[in-house]
């Protein structure tokens, strides 16, 4: 089993910035990737970055490209979230999630079976 717990959440401006947390305790050794998703109030999950552990690579939806860094400090088994030039449709609920096997991509990060409760980013204009 794997624990995560995220962190950092809060409220910022339009155009602020933000870094989320997500530490993972537990049986981390099979970790394949790491990523966050998000939920917002009558909106669907959605896959927002993703980071493999073992050799880094990274993904972004579309919708963050550009603005959002996934990494990773594997020798503190956390991932962050760094979120820059904040718009008010990234308020959402921001959940960490971790699975032992990962195709490559975003799209599925909201089925992986290891998620956090979450962290509330509200971003106001």
């Known amino acids: 089993q794997v624990q995560l717990v995220e962190s950092g959440g809060g409220s910022v401006q339009v155009g602020g910035s933000l870094r989320l947390s997500c530490a993972a305790s537990?049986?981390?050794?099979?970790?394949?990737?790491m990523g966050w998703f998000r939920q917002a109030p009558g909106k669907e999950r959605e896959g927002v970055a993703q980071?493999?552990?073992?050799?880094?690579?990274?993904f972004y939806a579309d919708t963050v490209k550009g603005r959002f860094t996934i990494s990773q400090d594997n020798t503190k088994n956390t991932i962050y979230l760094q979120m820059n030039s904040l718009k008010p449709d990234d308020t959402a609920m921001y959940y960490c999630?971790?699975?032992?096997?990962?195709?490559?991509?975003?799209?599925?990060?909201?089925?992986?079976?290891?998620r956090g409760q979450g962290t509330q980013v509200t971003v106001s204009s």
């Open positions: 537990g049986s981390t050794y099979g970790t394949d990737c």
């Open positions: 999630a971790a699975a032992d096997f990962c195709l490559r991509g975003v799209r599925r990060l909201t089925t992986y079976n290891y």
């Open positions: 980071i493999f552990r073992r050799d880094g690579d990274t």
